[in-house]
């Protein structure tokens, strides 16, 4: 199956290389130098202004894809030798305020009337740049990959301002080419704009996007047309120092109070216009806001995304290669128990279609676990085909540094080495209807330990009402990935899924329509050992508010045992068979609301013949634009025969955030986990006092739930300067 699958994905992939004209190449609009000092302050009072061309008529691309947008919005952009500009008019759809979910720097896309900017320097229609505004001024940036996915967690320099009307709201906004990518001599780009007025419940662009596709598809980019090439950003060095003080305690250990006082250093070298080296030194990474906890009835690891700015540019040459579960290089996996030294990552692109990533990370040796010294090396390589589809390969390396265990020892034993090498296809056709994975990896260890093999192959056809997909994988049991995630070794596995959408003509109903799709795990005798089967009904409204209704069939045989409460207790035997029927629910309100909610349901069975109730929710107020509350909080009930009985997990997690300005932040997160017995408090100040540059002063706590003892907390106050040289 593996075979004919790759030769339809390079089949389809040489079809779409033959129709390699853009799709939207008709769209352009031409850039010239600024005629005037332009001030960023929300007023388009300047000349410059006035001579810059406009782009309006914008399409709309939900409810419907086949017409104008209602809604107006024209765009004028302009440069200088240092700075990108852009100012848009927002004109009102109608009457009343503006509805924003709050201040917060890179918000939520569906909860805030905004504006954003798809910038594609290359015009590869795969890699990008994201900037944007919600209508109270609230910042959005982002790295674009993969044709039109954004990562939020990537920060850079740059300012705007937005004013608002009683008939529209203006954002202005300056650039700097030193923040972006961007190769020398290109004078056109991709670039498009989308706006989401949610009185309206209009989402339009200005390049038309098919409504089955996010308006930051780059395959539907216009083009943005310099009268010269765009100048370039000259030595571009920034080094971002910061300072920090602290202290913890372990209270529950006993153990005495610790401080902390450290330095470290980033450094950002701009080798080219499109080639980037990164630097780190004694990396701290205190302000990262802390994972969302969930009960955890799995059997195999959970995943959590990295949110460390150092690891995001260009990330997903690394963090995209194979598939959710099938990853041989993930970034959390450096410094999660270890500190980290230094570190370099060199990225970026050589030329339109070559693109490269090359990282070498250096962790300190920890003595109480017995854990050397190591070294991380990942280099990729992208080589774009046909019009976006490209090949990839990846080589992973963990080397542990003067490390001679004694086997006869009591302490851990870590394996002197693990590499992995890795090659893949990604199809993505120019209209985007086809898109596809093909892919191969080859891990090494010590002794031939750990020497495994993977290949694994999906395609996917989506029209604005079909979508199907095929997907197959198959992982070996020695196959290892030391510095990657995956989860579930020894199997072979296949996954359709099929799916249509209805679009009435109704004043209510944006679409419905059923989704249908299975999973089969086997294993290397070809015996089946798991089956996934679910079907689902989704309703999705104009108002953006959206209902699905399923239901679903399990089959488990467990390779190895399994306690199905998680918590410790007795385990199910290895062979044990289960089978359950379930049906559930899911439902989220309109956003357009102050108070909004959300809830999700599943009954059913589950384990030895058991029962499973699961309920969740969220609640969410706000007062616009400075205040935003949530709670969430799900339940589960586990009803099995002895000696597990009766167990309920609940899962609270209340959250307050605070946005005084645009600039200083406020949040408090409470996380109450009973599966974990713990109770965690993480509140976080942020300043941000100039573009970049920011205090942070972050507090954690974490208790028993019962009689509320606290186990241990911590106290950091951390200052961070990005200095251009």
């Known amino acids: 199956m593996s075979k004919y699958l790759l030769l339809l994905l390079l089949n389809l992939g040489f079809a779409a290389s033959l129709s390699a004209q853009k799709i939207n190449d008709s769209y352009r609009l031409p850039i010239t130098k600024a005629s005037s000092e332009i001030l960023i302050d929300g007023v388009m009072d300047e000349k410059a202004w006035a001579d810059a061309a406009v782009a309006t008529d914008f399409f709309m691309i939900t409810p419907m894809d086949t017409s104008f947008a209602k809604v107006r919005t024209d765009v004028r952009m302009s440069y200088d030798e240092e700075n990108l500009y852009l100012i848009v008019i927002n004109f009102h759809g109608m009457e009343g305020p503006y509805m924003v979910e709050s201040l917060r720097r890179d918000f939520s896309f569906g909860k805030n009337d905004n504006f954003l900017l798809f910038m594609d320097p290359f015009d590869d229609q795969t890699n990008g740049f994201s900037f944007g505004a919600n209508a109270a001024g609230a910042q959005w940036d982002g790295i674009m990959f993969n044709g039109g996915s954004i990562d939020l967690s990537w920060d850079n320099k740059w300012v705007s301002k937005v004013t608002n009307y009683e008939d529209k709201w203006v954002f202005e906004a ?76 372990d209270i529950e250990g006993g153990g005495d109070t610790e401080y902390r006082k450290e330095v470290g250093l980033d450094a950002k070298i701009s080798l080219t216009s499109s080639l980037n080296l990164d630097l780190t030194v004694n990396p701290d990474f205190s302000q990262v806001e802390v994972d969302r906890q969930v009960t955890n009835l799995d059997r195999f690891e959970l995943f959590f995304p ?9 990330g997903d040459l690394f963090a995209s290669f194979g598939y959710a579960t099938i990853r041989p290089f993930f970034s959390r996996r450096i410094g999660l128990n270890a500190p980290i030294q230094f570190g370099a990552r060199f990225s970026g692109k050589i030329n339109k279609d070559w693109r490269i990533g090359a990282m070498n990370m250096q962790t300190g040796e920890v003595s109480e676990s017995s854990l050397p010294s190591q070294n991380f090396t990942v280099v990729a390589l992208q080589r774009q085909v046909g019009a976006r589809s490209n090949i990839g390969a990846i080589f992973v390396n963990k080397l542990s540094l003067k490390y001679d265990p004694d086997p006869e020892s009591d302490k851990p034993i870590y394996s002197q080495f693990n590499r992995n090498l890795g090659l893949e296809y990604n199809l993505a056709s120019s209209n985007n209807h086809w898109t596809g994975k093909a892919m191969v990896l080859q891990s090494f260890g010590p002794d031939n330990v750990g020497n495994g093999f993977v290949h694994a192959a999906n395609l996917k056809y989506a029209t604005g009402n ?3 997909n095929w997907q197959h994988e198959y992982v070996s049991e020695s196959y290892t990935a030391e510095v990657g995630y995956v989860p579930r070794r020894g199997y072979y596995k296949i996954a359709p899924t099929a799916g249509y959408l209805f679009f009435p003509k109704s004043e209510k109903i944006l679409s419905h329509g059923p989704t249908a799709g299975t999973t089969f795990f086997f294993n290397k005798q070809g015996e089946k050992t798991d089956n996934t089967t679910l079907l689902s009904y989704s309703i999705k409204w104009r108002s953006q508010s959206s209902l699905t209704v399923f239901s679903g069939y399990d089959y488990i045989k467990l390779l190895r045992p399994f306690d199905p409460t998680n918590s410790g207790n007795e385990t199910l035997p290895v062979g044990s068979e289960h089978t359950w029927f379930s049906w559930g629910t899911e439902y989220t309100s309109k956003p357009q609301s102050v108070f909004t909610y959300a809830f999700a349901t599943r009954m059913g069975g589950y384990y030895a013949g058991g029962e499973r109730y699961f309920v969740s929710g969220e609640l969410g107020y706000r007062f616009q634009p400075y205040v935003g509350i949530t709670m969430t909080a799900n339940y589960n009930q586990i009803l099995l025969p002895e000696p597990w009985n009766t167990t309920t997990y609940w899962l609270v ?43 942070f002063l972050v507090y954690t706590d974490n208790y028993l739930p019962a009689p509320f003892n ?7 106050l951390k200052f961070t300067y990005w200095w251009n040289v």
Do not use: C, H
Not at 306 to 314: G, M, T
Not at 657 to 669: E, G, K, P, Q, S
């Open 174 to 249: 300056s650039i700097p080419f030193k923040s972006i990518r961007y190769k020398k001599g290109i004078t056109e780009w991709g670039i498009n704009f989308s706006r989401l007025d949610l009185k309206t419940t209009e989402k339009s662009g200005w390049a038309p996007v098919p409504r089955q596709f996010p308006s930051a598809s780059l395959a539907y980019t216009g083009t943005l047309v310099w009268d010269s090439p765009p100048p370039e950003a000259g030595a571009n060095i920034s080094v971002i120092p910061y300072a920090l003080g602290g202290m913890s305690k």
């Open 306 to 314: 990295e949110r460390r700015q150092f690891f995001l540019e260009n």
């Open 466 to 468: 079909l979508t199907w």
């Open 653 to 695: 997690g209340p959250r307050v955030d605070v946005t005084m300005t645009n600039t200083l932040f406020f949040t408090a997160f409470v996380q109450y986990n009973q599966q974990m017995n713990n109770i965690n408090l993480n509140t976080r100040f942020q300043w941000r006092f100039k573009p970049a540059s920011d205090i």
């Open 710 to 716: 606290t186990k241990n907390r911590s106290l950091v």
